[in-house]
């Protein structure tokens, strides 16, 4: 398996994979955002994202959680289904994480995804933060620990 940065849309081998698990691939890689895809045999195992900013961003409850400092946010991993359990999630963390300008690196994933929380550990990332949102009355509550 080999890590590749991907600059800019005319470096992707295999673009439909791509559009296939990421329609908007092209608009992320114009707006900046870092984009590794991991490829065994000549073929995209997977890939991720990243980028900094200010925030981290939790669209499965659409809640924003904003920071002190930037960070280098790694987001919207995938691995093809046939290669998952091989290794290409630690390694696509791995390879945004040799991407990053900061030592700073999230990796956010919801608490009941027990295989992204055993491949973040596996790429040697620890625990930081747990955060809590909730609705009440329809109001929503934020905090973390």
């Not at 707006?31 to 669209?59: H, K, P, Y």
């Not at 009440?136 to 905090?143: A, M, S």
């Amino acid at each position: 398996m080999e890590s590749r940065l991907i600059a800019s849309a005319d470096n992707v081998e295999q673009p439909d994979a791509l559009d296939e698990y990421c329609p908007d691939w092209r608009d992320r890689l114009s707006q900046g955002n870092c984009l590794i895809c991991v490829v065994s045999d000549g073929e995209i195992a997977g890939f991720g994202w990243g980028r900094e900013q200010n925030e981290l961003g939790f669209t499965y409850v659409d809640s924003r959680l904003p920071l002190e400092r930037a960070v280098f946010y790694v987001y919207d991993c995938y691995t093809l289904s046939h290669w998952r359990g091989k290794g290409v999630y630690q390694a696509i963390l791995k390879g945004l994480a040799e991407e990053a300008w900061t030592d700073e690196i999230y990796v956010a994933t919801r608490w009941n995804n027990t295989g992204s929380i055993k491949g973040i550990r596996k790429a040697g990332f620890m625990l930081d933060r747990v955060f809590i949102y909730f609705r009440i009355l329809g109001k929503p509550v934020r905090f973390h620990y």
